[in-house]
């Protein structure tokens, strides 16, 4: 049976024999092909996405939680604690809960998904709303966790990167090979660093035979990378990504460079009319920080090399963000109690 990520792929990850393993058997998400996308531009090749949203917790933050709170209970410490725009949060606590520890996650208040904010209240977290914003809150978290004894499991902590680099050795292990192409969003840019380094330690363990140009993807409103400027007030329907000073900037910017690949922006309508195709034209709901790859797709498919393998990370579960959905979505028909009224609007 399996038994999450760490279990799977125990000899790349930092973990001794008789490590205690703290696992909700996430990973192991699939690889959906979506010809549907191709074809809206003509591409001839094959693009995937990568389902992330169907981690325990509905984002791709479990695997690298799995591995940062495994190694903080190793550790002895009894309370983790996040800065987080929501994802990192219920993740956070989620594992947490698993671990039997305490968890403290600090949230930009009013400016967190729903379904996020749900999660981490009901997994038993202490719920911090701050008057700020993410980077904010990632300040006062580094400070916090230097203070007390306290385990910090933002990004910067190198577990999580360590758990999150197997997203690449699963798309490996599914194609046989490493993809031409890997179309990522990028808010935090610990995510894109985490698959560049597990593509690095798959290729140099001789189990590929190349390595992907990475392609990032930044909401206009909270573009630092792309315009390699600190963005104060980042601002962008996309709150996964809404990150105006990304904690793993130079990684993000050494995997674009040595994969000569390329990190751009995606305005938020571009998002949402993405986020909008691959949940009504394929059947996927993600939320709107994990379209930003699939806009990206869209709007660069041109400058893809015809008959290649492209594959884009869906970070996040759509269920996330229901407030979104709903606006962006066509309206529902009020009818009153009778069958004509019905009829008169399904035909
Ligand atoms: C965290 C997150 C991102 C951004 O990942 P980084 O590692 O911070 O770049 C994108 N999408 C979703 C759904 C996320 O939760």
Same mark, same amino acid.
């Given at each position: 049976?399996?038994?999450?990520?760490?279990?799977?792929?125990? %000899?790349?990850?930092?973990?001794?024999?008789?490590?205690?393993?703290?696992?909700?058997?996430?990973?192991?998400?699939?690889?959906?092909?979506?010809?549907?996308?191709?074809?809206?531009?003509?591409?001839?090749? @094959?693009?995937?996405?990568?389902?992330?949203?169907?981690?325990?917790?509905?984002?791709?933050?479990?695997?690298?939680?799995?591995?940062?709170?495994?190694?903080?209970?190793?550790?002895?410490?009894?309370?983790?604690?996040?800065?987080?725009?929501?994802?990192?949060?219920?993740?956070?606590?989620?594992?947490?809960? %698993?671990?039997?520890?305490?968890?403290?996650?600090?949230?930009?208040?009013?400016?967190?998904?729903?379904?996020?904010?749900?999660?981490?209240?009901?997994?038993?977290?202490?719920?911090?709303?701050?008057?700020?914003?993410?980077?904010?809150?990632?300040?006062?978290?580094?400070?916090?966790?230097?203070?007390?004894?306290?385990?910090?499991?933002?990004?910067?902590?190198?577990? %999580?990167?360590?758990?999150?680099?197997?997203?690449?050795?699963?798309?490996?292990?599914?194609?046989?090979?490493?993809?031409?192409?890997?179309?990522?969003?990028?808010?935090?840019?610990?995510?894109?660093?985490?698959?560049?380094?597990?593509?690095?330690?798959?290729?140099?363990?001789?189990?590929?035979?190349?390595?992907?140009?990475?392609?990032?993807?930044?909401?206009?409103?909270?573009?630092?990378?792309?315009?390699?400027?600190?963005?104060?007030?980042?601002?962008?329907?996309? +709150?996964?990504?809404?990150?105006?000073?990304?904690?793993?900037?130079?990684?993000?910017?050494?995997? #674009?460079?040595?994969?000569?690949? #390329?990190?751009?922006?995606?305005?938020?309508?571009?998002?949402?009319?993405?986020? #909008?195709?691959?949940?009504?034209?394929?059947?996927?709901?993600?939320?709107?920080?994990?379209?930003?790859?699939?806009?990206?797709?869209?709007?660069?498919?041109?400058?893809?090399?015809?008959?290649?393998?492209?594959?884009?990370?869906? +970070?996040?579960?759509?269920?996330?963000?229901?407030?979104?959905?709903?606006?962006?979505?066509?309206?529902?028909?009020?009818?009153?109690?009778?069958?004509?009224?019905? @009829?008169?609007?399904?035909?």
């Amino acid at each position: 049976m399996y038994r999450g990520l760490i279990d799977r792929y125990r %000899r790349f990850l930092p973990v001794a024999d008789n490590t205690e393993i703290v696992s909700l058997h996430e990973g192991n998400t699939p690889l959906i092909p979506v010809p549907e996308i191709a074809k809206l531009k003509g591409f001839k090749g @094959e693009v995937y996405v990568k389902y992330e949203g169907l981690n325990p917790t509905g984002s791709f933050k479990d695997r690298g939680m799995t591995m940062a709170v495994t190694k903080a209970k190793e550790d002895g410490m009894k309370v983790v604690m996040c800065a987080s725009t929501g994802n990192t949060a219920a993740s956070a606590a989620a594992y947490a809960a %698993r671990a039997g520890m305490k968890s403290v996650v600090l949230i930009p208040d009013g400016n967190i998904a729903l379904g996020k904010l749900a999660q981490s209240m009901i997994y038993g977290a202490k719920v911090v709303a701050v008057d700020g914003n993410f980077d904010d809150c990632l300040t006062y978290v580094r400070e916090l966790c230097d203070k007390h004894p306290i385990a910090l499991v933002n990004s910067i902590n190198p577990y %999580r990167l360590q758990g999150q680099k197997t997203g690449a050795f699963e798309i490996v292990d599914d194609l046989g090979e490493a993809p031409d192409y890997l179309l990522i969003p990028v808010g935090n840019a610990g995510n894109i660093s985490a698959y560049w380094m597990g593509f690095n330690e798959y290729y140099k363990e001789k189990l590929s035979t190349k390595l992907p140009k990475m392609w990032g993807f930044q909401a206009a409103g909270a573009a630092p990378i792309v315009e390699d400027r600190v963005f104060e007030e980042p601002e962008t329907v996309a +709150t996964a990504i809404r990150i105006g000073n990304p904690a793993s900037w130079q990684k993000a910017v050494n995997a #674009r460079d040595s994969s000569q690949g #390329r990190i751009e922006k995606v305005t938020d309508e571009e998002i949402l009319e993405a986020y #909008r195709i691959i949940a009504k034209n394929v059947g996927i709901f993600c939320e709107p920080a994990s379209a930003a790859s699939v806009a990206g797709f869209l709007k660069y498919a041109k400058d893809i090399e015809p008959n290649s393998k492209v594959v884009m990370i869906l +970070t996040g579960h759509g269920l996330k963000d229901p407030d979104n959905a709903i606006k962006q979505a066509p309206e529902i028909f009020h009818v009153e109690n009778s069958l004509e009224a019905i @009829e008169e609007v399904i035909l």
